[in-house]
């Protein structure tokens, strides 16, 4: 039986109780503008698959990753998808910890107002010391 | 890739069968599909096919199993928004069924 399921679950034990029960803190950040490279989407992609492992997920968006949730995002000229109403999706994964730096709001003349998710606002110093406690940091 | 006809149009789909322009999208095809599928529509399937339509329209996403639960229990109330009801009318998984049949990419996150 234990090795039936060790094969079925790709060698990944879901039996053991010590591996399965732990919840990891982790952070995913983005610090790249929302078009022009894959990383903000891919982003976007292992976010909400992290989401089915139940762990704790969180977002900061950084430098030119502040652009990714600016309103009003009109990408027909360039022929890509705008996929910036995802993010308005995360609610209902249940990832609600979306920090923004506010320097980088401020360098580019951004305010919270023009960002199309709720989002909490910090200081460069703070985003240090909440990445500073998460047991996982994966930056795009 | 593939195509599939319907009705004598010609649409896209990918190896698996997901309709590769959602655009191209309307009731016909959706029961092309279903029959594909091997799902006999009823207006309760419908509703779940709308419902993921309305979702992607809004974020541009087929959203997860445990996501539409929820969802739908909001929308259409506690009795629809759980799987066993969902599992019922889409048997092989009503994520990627009602997806295929709605015209939507396969979910994110669908193992």
Redesign the interface.
């Known amino acids: 039986m234990g090795e039936e399921m060790t094969e079925a679950t790709g060698g990944i034990d879901f039996e053991d109780e010590d591996a399965s029960g732990v919840i990891k803190k982790f952070m995913f950040v983005n610090r790249k503008a929302p078009y022009g490279t894959i990383y903000a989407l891919e982003a976007l992609?292992v976010v909400?698959?992290s989401?089915?492992f139940d762990q704790d997920v969180s977002l900061a968006f950084l430098d030119d990753g502040v652009y990714q949730l600016v309103k009003g995002q009109h990408t027909k000229a360039i022929d890509v998808?705008?996929?910036s109403?995802?993010y308005?999706?995360l609610e209902?994964?249940d990832i609600e910890k979306l920090y923004v730096e506010k320097e980088s709001l401020e360098q580019r003349g951004l305010t919270e107002a023009d960002l199309l998710v709720d989002v909490e606002v910090m200081s460069s110093a703070d985003i240090a010391k909440m990445m500073a406690e998460q047991d996982v940091v994966i930056s795009f | 890739m593939a195509t599939i006809d319907v009705n004598g149009k010609n649409y896209e789909t990918d190896e698996e069968g997901y309709l590769l322009n959602l655009g191209e999208w309307n009731e016909e095809v959706g029961a092309y599909l279903a029959v594909e599928e091997k799902v006999e529509m009823t207006p309760s399937h419908w509703e779940v096919v709308n419902f993921l339509r309305e979702y992607y329209n809004d974020y541009q996403i087929a959203p997860a199993i445990r996501v539409l639960t929820k969802a739908i229990g909001k929308k259409l109330g506690p009795e629809k928004g759980n799987s066993k009801y969902l599992y019922e009318l889409f048997p092989y998984g009503p994520a990627k069924q009602a997806c295929k049949i709605a015209g939507l990419p396969k979910p994110t996150g669908c193992i």
């Open positions: 992609e909400l698959i989401a089915a998808k705008n996929f109403p995802t308005r999706a209902g994964y």
